[in-house]
């Protein structure tokens, strides 16, 4: 079993940044692909970012590529999205999640690969 606490969302205007955190608990947290999932009001959950168990390879969306950055800290049990920025569309509740066994990079984008998630965190980016 794993648990996942999210944290660092807010308001904040266009053009600011804001850091995300993850804090994982309940099994060795080196072992999971973690990604970044968000989902807007009226819309379906998609997929921000992801990070390989090693913290190397990295995944994003195309919307989100070159502005946000997922990286994990594996002595803290931590992952982080850094996201600069910011736009009015990134507003949406955020959500942690992480593979309970091996995904191929090819699988990291879809929500069905991820066994665990955190409850999300709210960020919001008036323009």
């Known amino acids: 079993q794993v648990q996942l606490v999210e944290s660092g969302g807010g308001l904040v205007q266009a053009g600011d940044s804001l850091r995300l955190s993850c804090v994982a608990s309940?099994?060795?947290?080196?072992?999971?692909?973690m990604g970044w999932f968000r989902q807007a009001p009226g819309k379906e959950r998609e997929f921000v970012a992801a990070i390989s168990a090693s913290g190397g390879p990295t995944v994003y969306r195309d919307s989100v590529k070159g502005r946000f950055t997922i990286s994990r800290d594996n002595a803290k049990n931590t992952v982080y999205l850094q996201m600069n920025g910011l736009k009015p569309e990134d507003t949406a509740v955020y959500s942690c999640?992480?593979?309970?066994?091996?995904?191929?990079?090819?699988?990291?984008?879809?929500?069905?690969?991820?066994?665990?998630w955190g409850q999300g965190t709210q960020v919001t980016v008036s323009s």
């Open positions: 999640a992480a593979a309970q066994s091996y995904i191929p990079a090819s699988g990291w984008r879809y929500s069905t690969n991820y066994h665990y």
């Open positions: 309940g099994r060795p947290f080196g072992s999971n692909t």
